[in-house]
């Protein structure tokens, strides 16, 4: 009998541990954007962490027509530079919340740069919402997780 109950002692933990790793899902991987005026999906963007802070990149324009689009609105150095490959959030930082902010959260298409916070949806950990402030208005996209490719 007790060695019965140490089993399944090991089991239990064993299986709480593997429970929790799977819930605790990150804001890092591969994201589909969605615009949230018209719901086309736009690019695949990569969220990645570089020095312990939140990064992201273009990894693929997917909307129809726009594949190889360059930023044409951008001055300097991204002028006329491919969105593809793009970087678009520089040194976000992890707060108490769980949430990520940062001041460059750059939108190729408008060729703007946004204050932004980013965080995984409380209600579904494939969803990641992404906010950008100008001054004290903000617009909310929700991304969505890339499972396969």
Known sequence: MKKSWKINKYLLIIFLLICQISWSQSVFGKWKTVDDRNGITKAIVEVYEENGLLQAKVLKVVEEGKENALCIKCKGELKNKP?????????????????????????????????GKVWLDPEDANKLKVRGYLAFLYRTQTWHRVTEE
């Open 83 to 115: 969105i593809n490959g793009m970087k678009i959030m520089d040194d976000f930082k992890k707060n108490s919340k769980g949430e990520y902010k940062g001041s460059r959260l750059f939108d190729p298409e408008q060729a703007m740069t946004f204050r």
